[in-house]
């Protein structure tokens, strides 16, 4: 799955994707600007009919709180479901409870977060984040994607058991069938931990523990069944 990267030019970025001729590619979650609401309806429009858009990314996460509360978004988001595409919604932590109040206005839309919301692997969570999460969870449409947390570690922190907590609170709130593993990749393998996609998915499965199920859940299934691919 390719996931936009803030590329000028939303459908330039999905042709790009798609000339690259990746075999292994099943999908392109794109961009549009969903705050400008029904205005963003020709745009997904013209996303629909590159065959591999499977999905739309608007970064909130440099966003100010009182952007989450903008008509435009929340219609925007409102024609994103009519069009039958998910939402990847990529956040900070601090932005957790603003989404959900958000969200639980578009209860038809289905919904990945993104990095666990970038939680505050660094300095430690005084349990903001993981009462922020589970009340998100609490949203039926909601998933969560396991991905994104090596930026977020300090140089000292050793990755597997830094990791290891807000994993398990993800999974506990979500359940593997709401929950899908990201490589967040470039920007996970150009730190300097380099670490590559299938590293990461062996971190995540090793330190959660998973089962069987949970881990045909984690690695593909929930992804196949949220992307429809």
Not at 176 to 193: C, F, K, Q, T, Y
């Amino acid at each position: 799955m390719f996931v936009e990267a803030g590329a000028a030019g939303t459908t330039d970025e999905v042709a790009w994707a798609e000339s690259l001729g990746w075999p292994e590619l099943l999908g392109v979650v794109a961009h549009a600007p969903l705050e400008q609401g029904s205005r963003v309806v020709t745009e997904l429009a013209a996303l629909r009919e590159a065959s591999r858009t499977v999905g739309i990314r608007r970064l909130l996460q440099d966003e100010p709180l009182s952007s989450f509360e903008d008509p435009g978004l929340l219609e925007g988001l409102r024609a994103l479901a009519r069009a039958g595409l998910p939402f990847d919604a990529c956040i900070r932590h601090h932005q957790l409870a603003a989404l959900t109040a958000l969200l639980a206005k578009v209860p038809e839309l289905p919904v990945v977060l993104d990095h666990l919301a970038k939680p505050p692997v660094a300095t430690g969570d005084d349990g903001t984040w993981e009462r922020d999460l589970r009340a998100l969870a609490a949203l039926p449409q909601v998933s969560v994607k396991l991905s994104g947390m090596p930026p977020e570690l300090r140089d000292d922190q050793d990755l597997a058991p830094a990791v290891r907590p807000w994993l398990e609170v993800a999974l506990d709130a979500f359940g593997a069938d709401r929950a899908m593993v990201g490589s967040d990749w470039p920007i996970s393998a150009m730190l300097p931990r380099r670490l590559a996609p299938g590293r990461w998915l062996s971190i995540v499965l090793d330190e959660l523990a998973a089962s069987p199920a949970e881990r045909e859940q984690l690695s593909w299934r929930t992804a196949s069944r949220f992307y429809g691919v």
